[in-house]
């Protein structure tokens, strides 16, 4: 009897290892998607800063302009964290993980970070969006001017109405300002944590990987 519950526990702990390991191996597919999100939004960042230096100093209108409102628009969609291994471990049983830190820092992470993600995200396309009805049918000729099968979402373009009207337009300078702090607290501040979070958790990850296998 005891070596059969050796045998069980021994199987166990091996399980334990490879369902530790797969979340290290989903961690840097995780990590490396955020970093691809927060490049689509630097972007976008970038453009706005661009199209908010030429209407706080009152710079002449150029047609470079028009992508730089395009792309000030766009939202990459997709920041959130693959959860089949998490979702695996649940259907195994989260007891799994013996380690209560670790475990309750993976549930976390998924209970936690990527809804916060996922969520903040959607307000961030939905304050776009409303922006598409409110804000610029008023001010530019059309909203995302381009061709949808350019994976690139680059070659698209938005043409102001009146651009020099814009410089002293106090709705639309107050939409752009508030654009850019939204950029910060709903995109970069959830996916940064979040991608911080990973990293430090896939450093423990380690060292309890190497303590269950010299058990």
Same mark, same amino acid.
């Given at each position: %009897?005891?070596?059969?519950?050796?045998? $069980?526990?021994? @199987?166990?702990?091996?399980?334990?290892?490879?369902?530790?390991?797969?979340?290290?191996? $989903?961690?840097?597919?995780?990590?490396?998607?955020?970093?691809?999100?927060? *490049?689509?939004?630097?972007? &976008? &960042?970038? !453009?706005?800063?661009?199209?908010?230096?030429? %209407?706080?100093?009152?710079? %002449?209108?150029?047609?470079?302009?028009?992508?730089?409102?395009?792309? !000030?628009?766009?939202?990459? *969609?997709? !920041?959130?964290?693959?959860?089949? =291994?998490?979702?695996?471990?649940?259907?195994?049983?989260?007891? @799994?993980i013996s380690n209560a830190a670790?475990?309750?820092?993976? =549930?976390?992470? #998924?209970?936690?970070?990527?809804?916060?993600? =996922?969520?903040?995200?959607?307000? #961030?396309?939905?304050? @776009?969006?409303?922006?598409?009805?409110?804000?610029?049918?008023?001010?530019?000729e059309d909203f995302w001017r381009?061709?949808?099968?350019d994976l690139t979402y680059t070659?698209?373009?938005?043409?102001? %109405?009146?651009?020099?009207?814009?410089?002293?337009?106090?709705? #639309?300078?107050?939409?752009?300002?508030? $654009?850019?702090?939204?950029?910060?607290?709903?995109?970069?501040?959830? @996916?940064?944590?979040?991608?911080?979070?990973?990293?430090?958790?896939?450093?423990?990850?380690?060292?309890?990987?190497?303590?269950?296998?010299?058990?």
């Amino acid at each position: %009897l005891q070596i059969n519950n050796w045998n $069980q526990d021994r @199987l166990k702990e091996i399980k334990e290892i490879k369902t530790l390991k797969s979340f290290k191996e $989903q961690f840097q597919n995780d990590i490396t998607e955020i970093e691809e999100s927060l *490049g689509f939004y630097d972007e &976008a &960042a970038r !453009s706005l800063d661009i199209i908010i230096d030429h %209407l706080n100093n009152k710079r %002449l209108y150029d047609d470079s302009l028009n992508q730089h409102f395009f792309i !000030s628009t766009r939202f990459y *969609g997709d !920041s959130d964290l693959d959860n089949h =291994v998490f979702e695996s471990l649940k259907s195994e049983g989260l007891d @799994l993980i013996s380690n209560a830190a670790i475990r309750n820092r993976i =549930v976390r992470l #998924y209970e936690d970070n990527d809804e916060w993600m =996922v969520n903040f995200e959607l307000a #961030y396309r939905d304050f @776009l969006f409303d922006a598409s009805k409110d804000i610029f049918n008023t001010r530019f000729e059309d909203f995302w001017r381009g061709d949808h099968k350019d994976l690139t979402y680059t070659k698209g373009e938005m043409i102001p %109405l009146d651009f020099e009207s814009l410089q002293t337009d106090q709705e #639309y300078l107050y939409f752009i300002r508030t $654009q850019k702090n939204q950029l910060g607290w709903l995109i970069y501040k959830p @996916l940064e944590e979040t991608k911080a979070t990973i990293m430090d958790l896939s450093k423990d990850l380690n060292k309890e990987i190497e303590r269950l296998e010299m058990e």
